[in-house]
Structures are given as structure tokens and as C-alpha cells.
């Protein structure tokens, strides 16, 4: 990671929305969120509506964390994959994990959602840092 560019940001933005579909696919982790985070099947029904809004939101949001993890990863000097895992954990680990973490401090959600919410932003970020140094 020497120069912030624009094509491993978009390349990091897909990987993350891809992980995301998969994670949170009913047949993987999907159905245990729903569950966890009381979304009935009603609500996704509605939800569809505005899916092509919310997958465009969401993109930009991925394209924003992958630029902000691609600065760190030059503050740091990151320049192996090496490198690029130890950036998403520590990443994760100062940022993500406290501030989803207050969902069950203060949101009373369950430790379990908290948990699958988190794991998910692990792998991201990790795969996010590793697809941004190659």
C-alpha cells in the first residue's frame, strides 16, 4: 500500500457486498439473524421495494470503509498480505468490535447477534485489507 487508487477500492467494496450476501444468506447465517434481530419475513418482504437503493447505499458505504482501511494500511505501512490481516484485525478490533458491542450494553440485543454482526465484519475487514495490498 503506497498510493490510494481507485480499483482495488471497488474490487474491496464487491468483496465485502459479496460476503454479505453469502453471511447473511437464509441457508448459512441468514435465518439465525433474522431470528435474533426479530425480522419477520414480512418485514424482508417489504424491504424488497427498496433493495436497489439499500445495495447502492450500501456499496458506497463498503467503498468508503475500503478507502479509509487503504489509508491506514499506507499510515502503517502495510505491503504484504501479512501485513493487510494484521490491519483488518486491529481495525476491527479498535473500532468495529466496541461500537457494535453497544448494541447489547445498551440496545439489550443479544450477545449471539452481536456476535454473528461482528464476525462478519471481521472477515470483511480482513479480506477487505488483504484485497487492498495485492
Same mark, same amino acid.
Given at each position: 500500500?503506497?498510493?490510494?487508487?481507485?480499483?482495488?477500492?471497488?474490487?474491496? @467494496?464487491?468483496?465485502?457486498?459479496?460476503?454479505?450476501?453469502? +453471511?447473511?444468506?437464509?441457508?448459512?447465517?441468514?435465518?439465525? +439473524?433474522?431470528?435474533?434481530?426479530?425480522?419477520?419475513?414480512?418485514?424482508?418482504? /417489504?424491504?424488497?421495494?427498496?433493495? @436497489?437503493?439499500?445495495?447502492?447505499?450500501?456499496?458506497?458505504?463498503?467503498?468508503?470503509?475500503? $478507502?479509509?482501511?487503504?489509508? !491506514?494500511?499506507? @499510515?502503517?505501512?502495510?505491503?504484504? +498480505?501479512?501485513?493487510?490481516? *494484521?490491519?483488518?484485525?486491529?481495525? +476491527?478490533?479498535? !473500532?468495529?468490535?466496541?461500537?457494535?458491542?453497544?448494541?447489547?450494553?445498551? *440496545?439489550?440485543?443479544?450477545? /449471539?447477534? !452481536?456476535?454473528?454482526?461482528? @464476525? $462478519?465484519?471481521?472477515?470483511?475487514?480482513?479480506?477487505?485489507?488483504?484485497?487492498?495490498?495485492?
Amino acid at each position: 500500500m503506497y498510493e490510494v487508487t481507485l480499483l482495488p477500492i471497488v474490487f474491496a @467494496a464487491i468483496a465485502q457486498m459479496v460476503i454479505g450476501m453469502v +453471511w447473511y444468506h437464509p441457508k448459512v447465517f441468514g435465518a439465525a +439473524w433474522m431470528r435474533m434481530a426479530n425480522i419477520t419475513p414480512e418485514m424482508v418482504e /417489504s424491504g424488497k421495494k427498496t433493495m @436497489a437503493v439499500r445495495f447502492i447505499v450500501a456499496f458506497l458505504a463498503a467503498m468508503l470503509a475500503a $478507502y479509509v482501511l487503504f489509508h !491506514f494500511g499506507i @499510515a502503517w505501512g502495510v505491503y504484504d +498480505w501479512a501485513g493487510a490481516i *494484521e490491519l483488518g484485525v486491529w481495525i +476491527w478490533l479498535g !473500532f468495529v468490535a466496541p461500537v457494535m458491542l453497544h448494541t447489547v450494553l445498551w *440496545e439489550q440485543k443479544p450477545l /449471539s447477534l !452481536f456476535a454473528l454482526n461482528a @464476525a $462478519y465484519w471481521f472477515v470483511g475487514l480482513v479480506v477487505m485489507s488483504v484485497i487492498l495490498v495485492l
